[in-house]
Protein backbone atom coordinates (compact mmCIF):
# COMPACT_ATOMS: atom_id res chain seq x y z
CA UNK A 1 0.00 0.00 0.00
CA UNK A 2 1.18 3.12 -1.08
CA UNK A 3 -0.48 6.91 -0.20
CA UNK A 4 0.94 10.01 -2.03
CA UNK A 5 0.01 13.25 -1.32
CA UNK A 6 0.49 16.37 -3.70
CA UNK A 7 -1.00 19.84 -3.77
CA UNK A 8 1.16 22.01 -1.12
CA UNK A 9 2.38 25.32 -1.83
CA UNK A 10 3.13 28.59 -0.68
CA UNK A 11 -0.23 31.04 -0.98
CA UNK A 12 -1.43 34.11 0.53
CA UNK A 13 -4.22 34.62 3.49
CA UNK A 14 -7.63 33.74 2.00
CA UNK A 15 -5.97 31.49 -0.25
CA UNK A 16 -6.81 28.15 -1.27
CA UNK A 17 -5.48 24.97 -2.11
CA UNK A 18 -6.59 21.23 -2.92
CA UNK A 19 -4.46 18.94 -1.46
CA UNK A 20 -4.24 15.34 -3.13
CA UNK A 21 -3.66 11.99 -2.07
CA UNK A 22 -3.31 8.93 -4.32
CA UNK A 23 -3.65 5.83 -2.78
CA UNK A 24 -2.21 2.25 -4.66
CA UNK A 25 -2.97 -1.21 -3.80
CA UNK A 26 -5.65 0.40 -1.53
CA UNK A 27 -8.99 0.09 -2.15
CA UNK A 28 -11.08 3.68 -0.91
CA UNK A 29 -14.39 2.63 -0.48
CA UNK A 30 -14.53 1.05 2.31
CA UNK A 31 -12.13 2.30 5.21
CA UNK A 32 -10.80 5.51 7.23
CA UNK A 33 -8.92 8.14 5.34
CA UNK A 34 -7.42 11.31 7.19
CA UNK A 35 -6.04 13.78 6.56
CA UNK A 36 -3.16 15.16 9.79
CA UNK A 37 -1.00 18.12 9.68
CA UNK A 38 1.78 19.01 11.41
CA UNK A 39 3.31 22.87 12.45
CA UNK A 40 7.19 23.06 13.56
CA UNK A 41 7.27 22.30 17.52
CA UNK A 42 3.70 20.81 17.45
CA UNK A 43 2.09 17.75 17.74
CA UNK A 44 0.47 16.05 14.73
CA UNK A 45 -3.15 16.92 14.65
CA UNK A 46 -6.08 15.29 12.83
CA UNK A 47 -7.55 18.19 10.41
CA UNK A 48 -10.40 15.59 8.49
CA UNK A 49 -11.36 12.31 8.24
CA UNK A 50 -13.77 10.54 6.17
CA UNK A 51 -15.16 6.79 7.32
CA UNK A 52 -17.91 4.61 5.20
CA UNK A 53 -21.10 5.41 5.92
CA UNK A 54 -20.40 7.68 8.87
CA UNK A 55 -19.95 11.81 9.24
CA UNK A 56 -16.90 13.34 8.22
CA UNK A 57 -14.84 14.98 10.68
CA UNK A 58 -13.60 18.40 10.98
CA UNK A 59 -11.32 19.46 13.67
CA UNK A 60 -12.75 22.78 14.82
CA UNK A 61 -9.87 24.72 13.14
CA UNK A 62 -10.75 23.92 9.89
CA UNK A 63 -14.48 23.48 9.78
CA UNK A 64 -16.32 25.46 7.02
CA UNK A 65 -13.44 26.47 5.45
CA UNK A 66 -12.43 22.52 4.49
CA UNK A 67 -13.47 20.03 2.68
CA UNK A 68 -12.43 16.14 2.31
CA UNK A 69 -14.10 14.53 -0.64
CA UNK A 70 -12.81 11.11 -2.46
CA UNK A 71 -13.03 9.52 -5.84
CA UNK A 72 -13.22 5.97 -5.67
CA UNK A 73 -12.38 5.44 -8.99
CA UNK A 74 -9.31 7.15 -9.27
CA UNK A 75 -8.43 6.28 -5.67
CA UNK A 76 -7.54 9.78 -4.65
CA UNK A 77 -8.57 11.74 -1.70
CA UNK A 78 -8.89 15.13 -1.94
CA UNK A 79 -8.45 18.01 0.86
CA UNK A 80 -10.03 21.58 -0.23
CA UNK A 81 -8.87 24.25 2.05
CA UNK A 82 -10.35 27.32 1.24
CA UNK A 83 -9.92 30.85 3.22
CA UNK A 84 -6.37 29.66 4.30
CA UNK A 85 -4.77 31.28 7.31
CA UNK A 86 -1.21 31.45 8.61
CA UNK A 87 -2.16 28.95 11.58
CA UNK A 88 -2.88 26.52 8.69
CA UNK A 89 0.90 26.51 8.02
CA UNK A 90 2.13 22.92 8.17
CA UNK A 91 3.36 19.28 6.89
CA UNK A 92 -0.30 17.72 5.53
CA UNK A 93 0.22 13.96 5.64
CA UNK A 94 -3.19 11.57 4.54
CA UNK A 95 -3.52 8.50 6.38
CA UNK A 96 -5.78 5.25 5.69
CA UNK A 97 -6.75 2.04 7.28
CA UNK A 98 -8.94 -0.48 6.72
CA UNK A 99 -10.60 -0.20 9.38
CA UNK A 100 -13.78 1.81 9.93
CA UNK A 101 -12.55 3.57 12.66
CA UNK A 102 -15.13 4.87 15.52
CA UNK A 103 -15.13 8.55 16.70
CA UNK A 104 -12.56 8.26 19.48
CA UNK A 105 -10.02 6.90 17.40
CA UNK A 106 -10.27 8.42 14.10
CA UNK A 107 -8.09 11.59 15.78
CA UNK A 108 -5.21 9.13 16.89
CA UNK A 109 -2.58 8.79 14.91
CA UNK A 110 -1.77 4.93 15.76
CA UNK A 111 -5.27 4.57 14.50
CA UNK A 112 -4.37 4.46 10.89
CA UNK A 113 -1.61 1.93 9.38
CA UNK A 114 -0.70 3.66 6.00
CA UNK A 115 0.83 7.22 5.70
CA UNK A 116 1.54 9.28 3.00
CA UNK A 117 4.88 11.69 2.85
CA UNK A 118 3.13 14.85 3.65
CA UNK A 119 2.93 17.98 1.41
CA UNK A 120 3.90 21.48 3.03
CA UNK A 121 1.60 24.24 3.29
CA UNK A 122 2.80 27.61 3.93
CA UNK A 123 0.39 30.06 4.15
CA UNK A 124 1.72 34.10 4.24
CA UNK A 125 0.21 36.75 6.10
Known amino acids: VQLQAFGGGLVQTGRSLRLSCAAS????????IAWFRQAPGKEREAVSC???????YYADAVKGRFTASRDNAKSTVYLQMNSLKPEDTAVYYC????????????????????WGQGTQVTVSS
Open 25 to 32: GFTLDYGS
Open 95 to 114: AATRRNLISSSMQIPTSYDY
Open 50 to 56: IRTSRTP
